[in-house]
């Protein structure tokens, strides 16, 4: 347990530092603040990449709500709801006091809409969608016909946020059968994965 009491008697406690939500839940972060005054909770911050946009930092204070996140008051602790939980909400959060302040990490886990057959079209750009994504980011690891796939490789590119694989120049040496094995937390105590085949078509 986070717990900061300073020389005035202020309080402000979290009661862990990593916390995993399921997409599309709801989920409710309490954050107990005595004897000094709430600021704000604050979100997390992402840089571009990959073609994404960067996520900028914002305060979530009880009077000034945010899409899906606001900030409820119940006696001394201050309630961080997040609605319907995106992969883009992971990230660490800070709970700010005028004396104090105490961060915890939230993690994502892992959903997917894998749709298999995907149809490919002969000579034009294409992707093959995988949209399985998780924060911390997963680790990927691609086979085609039973054979890894190493990327990037002639014309192929992974995007390293949802695993999609971007093709220049679609031949039909493309179709077959591809593996993913999708791998979260790889190397800690909590490592999961997930494994999904997509057959692939070129029209």
Known sequence: IQTSCSL????LNLPFEIRT?????????KCEVK???????????????FGLPAIESINIT?????????VQKNDHYYVLVIEDVKVDDGGNYTCRGSEESKSFTLEVDCNHGVKTPQRLNY???GTIQLELSAYPPLKY???KDREELTLPTDGKVMDPY???IRITRVGRDDAGMYT????????????TEDSVEIEVFVV
């Open 180 to 191: 993913c094995r999708a791998v979260w937390k790889e190397g800690r105590p909590m490592e």
């Open 123 to 125: 000579g034009q750009n």
């Open 62 to 70: 009880l009077n000034q709500a945010s899409g899906r996140l606001r």
């Open 21 to 29: 939500a399921q997409q599309f839940r709801t989920i409710r972060i």
């Open 35 to 49: 004897g000094e005054r709430f600021i704000a909770w604050e979100t997390p911050s992402r840089e571009a990449s």
């Open 8 to 11: 005035t008697g202020a309080v």
């Open 141 to 143: 690891h691609w086979t």
């Open 162 to 164: 949802s695993g999609s």
